[in-house]
């Protein structure tokens, strides 16, 4: 099963997932995609940790999320925006590639026996339209990713100011 859970910024994307991945697992694993560029991120980082209590397995992973052994797990994957950043600045910002590779980072995914993924995104695209080339670039990879995890979700959820609107698979 995949869920796709978007929406804006501070929509309520994450707790909205968390919820999910608790009532259907005693210990879900979170797995953050969020690369420690400097003390001020990593202070972000360690308050996301200290906000999820011992239920949770944590799993730090930038990149290669196939590397996870997810089978007959439920996981939260926080988030798509951050993943995709990190192949997008080690692509030298090339969108066609940065694509490639994590649509086949995701593809290995859910090829695991018996996976539950909430996967967390951002809708970048419905805001102020990016003023530098390298912005609109990366506007474009996050919209064409996300339009690609959505086809593949069997639940797709769109948060609105921390209301759930379910845009594909019903209740």
Not at 3 to 14: H, V
Not at 64 to 85: H, K, M, P, R, Y
Not at 109 to 118: A, D, G, R, S, Y
Not at 120 to 137: L, Q, V, Y
Request: glycine content about 6%.
């Amino acid at each position: 099963m995949i869920y796709f859970i978007t929406g804006g910024e501070r929509s309520g994307k994450s707790s909205y997932a968390e919820n999910i991945a608790k009532e259907l697992s005693a210990r879900p694993i979170y797995v953050a995609t969020a690369r420690k560029w400097d003390d001020d991120f990593q202070k972000r980082i360690d308050r996301h940790q200290k906000d999820r209590d011992e239920r949770w397995i944590n799993i730090e992973k930038e990149k290669f999320i196939s590397e996870i052994d997810f089978s007959g797990q439920v996981a939260v994957i926080d988030c798509v925006t951050l993943w995709l950043t990190n192949f997008f600045i080690d692509t030298k910002n090339d969108v066609e590639l940065s694509l490639i590779q994590a649509k086949a980072e995701f593809e290995a995914v859910i090829k695991q026996p018996n996976v539950t993924i909430i996967i967390i995104s951002n809708e970048i695209g419905m805001g102020i339209h990016a003023d530098t080339h390298i912005g609109r670039k990366f506007t474009e990879l996050q919209g064409w990713m996300n339009q690609y995890l959505a086809k593949k979700a069997d639940k797709v959820v769109l948060m609105v100011s921390g209301i759930p609107v379910t845009i594909k698979g019903g209740l």
